[in-house]
């Protein structure tokens, strides 16, 4: 089991900055692919970013060019760096995590952080 635990949401005005921060924990030998989804009110979750263990990216098209993840494998973390913020980015934002041990995949997700971008 992998235990996930974000920090970083927040408040905050058009055009400004926030950073997401999602810690893994436990059985975390078999992490690969990390990344952030996020889901406003009335939609359905999607993709914002990923990052292989290899550190290759994946982007929204609505984000690229804004926001930037990384992550730290020794530290298990995965960090959002958001910036330019548009109040359409307003939304629940979650960390993902996929964890594969002995050929087994399972995807890990979580609590969830709100984002609030003010007009």
């Known amino acids: 089991q992998v235990q996930l635990v974000e920090s970083g949401g927040g408040w905050v005005q058009a055009g400004g900055s926030l950073r997401l921060s999602c810690a893994a924990s436990?059985?975390?030998?078999?992490?690969?692919?990390m990344g952030w989804y996020r889901q406003a009110p009335g939609k359905q979750r999607e993709l914002v970013a990923t990052?292989?263990?290899?550190?290759?990216?994946n982007y929204a098209d609505s984000v690229k060019g804004r926001f930037t993840i990384s992550r730290d494998n020794a530290k298990n973390t995965v960090l959002l760096q958001m910036d330019s913020l548009k109040p359409e980015d307003t939304a629940v934002y979650y960390c993902?995590?996929?964890?594969?041990?002995?050929?087994?995949?399972?995807?890990?997700w979580g609590q969830g952080t709100q984002v609030t971008v003010s007009s």
């Open positions: 993902n995590v996929v964890s594969a041990v002995l050929n087994v995949e399972r995807v890990y």
């Open positions: 436990g059985s975390t030998f078999g992490i690969t692919a």
């Open positions: 990052i292989t263990s290899r550190r290759t990216t």
